[in-house]
Each structure stands twice: as C-alpha cells, then as structure tokens.
C-alpha cells in the first residue's frame, strides 16, 4: 500500500531538487533577514540588564536555524495542487489507483523536504564559520535534534495538506494561508524564541502543534531542552501529526461529497 506513496515522494523530490537557481536566490535573502534578526536581537539584549532564559550566543544559533530551516513552515499550499483545484483538473487526481489524501501528504512531504534540503546545508556552513552559529553541545542533543526535526517535517507535511483540503471551500487559499502564515511565525517561536514570552503565553503555545515546527528542535539542538526529554516531544508530535491527518481526510471526504467540477 505504501509503494505508490513512495514513487510519489521520491519523484516530487527529485524535481523539487532541481529548482536550484531559486534556491540560491532564497538562501541569499534568508541570509540578509537572519542579519537583520541577529541586529534586532543584539539590542534588545545590549539594551538590558535582566537574566534572560536565553544567551545571546544561544539565540544567533537559534536564528541561523530558523533561517536554514525557514522554507518547510507550513504557510503555504504547493502551487501545482492550487492550479489543479482551480482549474478543475483535480477530478484527474481522482481517478488515479491511489488514496487522494495519500497523494497530497506525499507530495506535501516532498515540497517540505526538498527546498529546505538545498538552502540548509550551505547555510550550516556559512553560519557555522563566519556567523556565530554553534555545534551542538553533545552527540545526543544533536540526535535528539535530527528526530524532533523528522517530527517537526511530519507536523508540517499535515498542515500543508490540511491546506490543500481547504482548498476544496476556498479556491485562492490566500485568506486562510495569511492566517497560518501568521499562527506559524508566532506559535511556533519563529519570530521571537518561546522562552522569551511571559510564562503564561508560553503554557498555551507548549500545547499548540506549530511548537514541534521550531522551538522543539531547535532548542533540543541547544540543549536547552535535555536530550532525555525527546520522547515526551516525539510523542506531542506524534498525537498533533495522528490528529492533523483524521482532520484533513475528514474534511477531504466532506469536500469530495460536495465538489462540483466546472471546466477542467
């Protein structure tokens, strides 16, 4: 059953990865924003004297991978599945010998993998050299990072799809993609590191899914999060990826039910 799910994410990898001019373009500005961030970040700390949760040295690395990593967020729908949906070509998808969801989250993981494939690496080296950007304190926090960041592809491969599903009501996706766009920057500790929000911001955001996107991994890679600590964050991801997948199949049988093709 999982065969035809495999050709189709080993084949939407090995396209995605030849957009290789479009990713150099995208590390160069994901490059000139994380200066920026590193600029607004250093005077808010040279501008107090208060014990922070987080050093600076901890954030310029904290802000290197949220830049390296910036492209699997799930703030946007994979633009040959909104064209297809708009045109009406989408009752071709369903003809196909293959599960329509299934298809969707394939294609979903490879658009969340690939990009992020291309930009991460020379994003690590540079940083890495020139930038501030530090190694993991231990072999296990750097394991620990590598599973909650397979977590946190997971969690972004469902919001994606669960995106596409919505596709079905809202045609454009544009209202709905500014909305996740805006819970992702914020939920997830993209914009500002979670520990630097008041405590009782921080127990609402803990629960919610976009915390396994970045503060997760992120601060497992610091560890700032003790590695022994991974599971009980492996299994958030897991129940939030379970819960996203049933919703987006459910509201993908509704749409089906209801969808009427003009064109195509």
């Excluded at 127990?203 to 599971?231: A, E, K």
Aim: proline share 6%; aromatic share 12%.
């Amino acid at each position: 059953m999982m065969r035809p799910h495999l050709a189709i994410l080993q084949a939407r990898i090995r396209v995605l990865l030849q957009y290789r001019a479009a990713a150099a373009a995208g590390f160069g500005t994901q490059l000139f924003w994380g200066f920026i961030r590193m600029m607004i970040f250093g005077a808010f700390y040279q501008s107090t004297s208060d014990p922070q949760p987080m050093t600076y040295e901890e954030v310029v690395t904290y802000i290197w991978l949220s830049q390296a990593m910036l492209v699997m967020m799930p703030w946007n729908v994979e633009e040959d599945v909104r064209e297809l949906i708009r045109s009406g070509n989408v009752v071709y998808e369903m003809l196909r010998p293959v599960e329509l969801y299934g298809l969707w989250f394939s294609r979903s993981l490879a658009f969340r993998f690939a990009p992020p494939l291309l930009r991460a690496l020379p994003m690590f080296v540079i940083a890495g050299m020139f930038l501030g950007m530090s190694a993991p304190p231990s072999g296990a926090s750097a394991a620990a990072w590598a599973a909650a960041t397979l977590g946190a592809l997971l969690v972004s491969a469902s919001l994606t799809t669960l995106l596409s599903v919505s596709l079905l009501w809202t045609v454009t996706g544009e209202g709905v993609s500014r909305l996740v766009f805006s819970a992702v920057v914020f939920g997830s500790g993209l914009a500002v590191p979670i520990p630097l929000f008041p405590e009782w911001l921080q127990q609402i955001l803990y629960f919610l899914p976009f915390r396994n996107l970045v503060d997760v991994p992120f601060r497992l890679y610091l560890g700032h999060i003790p590695p022994s600590q991974v599971w009980a964050c492996l299994l958030h991801s897991a129940i939030w990826v379970a819960m996203l997948i049933l919703a987006g199949k459910l509201l993908l049988n509704r749409g089906l039910r209801r969808m009427v093709i003009q064109g195509g």
